[in-house]
């Protein structure tokens, strides 16, 4: 099996910044190979701006060669559990700092049942970045009125997450009609980045608990992003 390769910016986020040793760490793997992996890579690229903390390192794992095109949570969650063991083994690997955050659709499984097994194998060592049904839904998120004007007219339909042509589940079409952009070969995170906040405000208004997404439309990507804007220093509530 291939290894997973590191795409970090630690030690040269900042221009005239010394590196700072992390007390927090954020392992992210992706379902997709492109749309996710974009978006945060976007969000670490604009760090300083959007708010993440400066003890706060992102190192995004990127899914290469044979591995690739792996994108079921399953599969996800037996590369996170193979890169904690590396790290183990290398003497590398802080519980107290190092966090493994699996992101994936809610879409991804065919039932509710082996959906909520997967929270039950997964979750308790790991942070569950979910979107439902697709990562379509965060994105969406970004317009004004998304909710109004977007998501609440075609629920049904986002629910349903059908595929509508080779490239396009429902959401997805939704969403690169909307902003012109093709998700999976064209995410511009310029574009976005002015209204993150706009994004992790209108989720807070859908569905955020990682139980409940197995069937209602909603996200908590926003919740993982205002988790690494905290100082890792002040206790959790």
């Excluded at 083994?89 to 049942?113: A, C, H, M, N, P």
């Excluded at 569950?128 to 969406?140: A, D």
């Excluded at 209108?202 to 690494?228: F, P, T, Y």
Aim: charged share 30%; proline share 3%.
């Amino acid at each position: 099996m291939s290894p997973l390769r590191e795409l970090r910016s630690w030690t040269t986020r900042y221009e005239d910044e010394i590196s700072i040793d992390p007390l927090q760490r954020y392992y992210l793997i992706f379902e997709g190979a492109n749309t996710e992996k974009q978006y945060f890579k976007g969000v670490d690229t604009h760090r300083k701006e959007l708010g993440i903390n400066n003890l706060i390192e992102m190192v995004i794992l990127s899914k290469e060669g044979e591995i690739r095109d792996y994108s079921h949570p399953s599969k996800l969650l037996a590369l996170i559990q193979q890169k904690k063991g590396e790290l183990i083994k290398s003497g590398s690997y802080d519980k107290l700092i190092d966090q493994f955050v699996i992101v994936f659709d809610r879409d991804s499984f065919e039932t509710k049942e082996m959906y909520l097994e997967f929270l039950q194998l997964a979750g308790e060592e790991n942070i569950l970045t979910i979107t439902s049904p697709c990562f379509e839904t965060w994105l969406i998120l970004h317009y004004e009125d998304a909710i109004t004007l977007y998501i609440d007219p075609e629920r049904d339909k986002i629910q349903k997450n059908e595929k509508v042509s080779k490239a396009h589940s429902f959401t997805s079409k939704l969403f690169s009609e909307l902003s012109g952009m093709n998700p999976k070969t064209a995410l511009k995170f310029d574009v976005l980045k002015e209204n993150v906040d706009r994004a992790i405000q209108a989720e807070k208004q859908l569905e955020q608990d990682v139980h409940r997404l197995g069937e209602a439309i909603g996200s908590n990507v926003g919740q993982l992003i205002e988790q690494m804007r905290k100082d890792p220093r002040e206790p959790l509530l």
